[in-house]
């Protein structure tokens, strides 16, 4: 059973006790609302490491919206349960006025990648993800921590940011995890019905599509347009093919390499 901890310098105290005697530990951050994509990290993080340590924590400055924020779905309880069978050992789960005890005044600002893709779009929500990352890591003293790469440019802008603050943290990057209709799964996934569900399995379907005929990431965005989906961006970065849709309300992201 793994213990919980709320207090964020309970937490390090924790982790640090596990460092003091060699412990290697891994660790995995999350915002809740566990799904397979989230409890693949988990198994990697726990193969990898001798301490396991996930954080659930719904981080309120990386949202540009404040209704997404009110509308992120909220399943403590359930997260714990499904966490239960990965024999992890702690989970982290603070207060947002614990982690921020000077509001937001100190943050972490990344000025080229995160301007691009999806940063053109949700100003400052890379800036709310490097600053609250950068506390986690400092708090959890982790030999490595893993990011899905649905979220890539995520990945790329911490595991540049770790290099820029010597942290001494590998960031681990893990494949994505896709339904059998090949949907990245998604904590926003939920918040789609059934046919709507049906219907966003169509993103990957159409990057996958445009890169087996070898077609431009315009001709993905009229696809995508005469399937009624609202289209945010398709772009090509780093050999990549990046997505970021619109369905009954929700934001989809989705990328595949090139
Ligand atoms: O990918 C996420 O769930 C979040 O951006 C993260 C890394 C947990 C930071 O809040």
Same mark, same amino acid.
């Given at each position: ?26 660790? =995995?951050?999350?915002?809740?609302? %566990? ?5 693949? %990290? ?7 490491? #001798? ?27 359930? #997260? ?6 990965? #024999? ?19 943050? =972490?600002?990344?000025?080229?990648l995160?301007?691009k893709l999806c940063?053109q ?5 890379? #800036? ?6 950068? @506390? ?13 790469e649905k979220d890539y440019q995520?990945y790329l802008?911490? @595991? ?15 494949g994505i995890?896709r339904?059998?209709?090949g949907l990245a ?16 399995a169509r993103l990957y379907f159409h990057l996958n599509e445009s890169v087996r005929n070898n077609s431009s990431a315009k001709e993905v965005i009229q696809n995508l347009l005469?399937?009624?989906f609202?289209v945010q961006y398709v772009e090509d970065f780093e050999n990549r093919r990046f997505a970021a849709v ?6 989809l992201i989705d990328n595949v390499s090139l």
């Amino acid at each position: 059973m793994a213990v919980v901890i709320a207090d964020p310098i309970e937490y390090r105290s924790y982790c640090l006790q596990y460092k003091e005697k060699g412990f290697s530990i891994g660790f =995995v951050p999350t915002m809740g609302a %566990l799904h397979k994509g989230h409890l693949e %990290l988990v198994k990697r993080a726990r193969r990898e490491n #001798d301490l396991c340590a996930v954080s659930i924590f719904v981080n309120p400055t990386q949202f540009d919206d404040q209704k997404d924020l009110n509308e992120y779905p909220d399943h403590f309880d359930d #997260d714990l349960k499904k966490l239960e069978s990965f #024999d992890i050992d702690c989970v982290f789960a603070p207060y947002p006025s614990a982690m921020y005890p000077r509001d937001y005044n100190f943050r =972490v600002t990344e000025s080229q990648l995160s301007k691009k893709l999806c940063g053109q779009y949700r100003i400052g929500h890379f #800036d709310g993800v490097l600053s609250v990352v950068l @506390k986690l890591l400092n708090l959890s003293q982790a030999d490595r921590a893993y990011f899905g790469e649905k979220d890539y440019q995520q990945y790329l802008l911490i @595991k540049d940011m770790v290099e820029a603050f010597f942290l001494n943290t590998e960031i681990v990057p893990v494949g994505i995890i896709r339904e059998e209709s090949g949907l990245a799964m998604s904590s926003r996934n939920q918040r789609l019905s059934t046919n709507g569900l049906t219907k966003a399995a169509r993103l990957y379907f159409h990057l996958n599509e445009s890169v087996r005929n070898n077609s431009s990431a315009k001709e993905v965005i009229q696809n995508l347009l005469g399937e009624g989906f609202e289209v945010q961006y398709v772009e090509d970065f780093e050999n990549r093919r990046f997505a970021a849709v619109f369905l009954e309300g929700v934001r989809l992201i989705d990328n595949v390499s090139l």
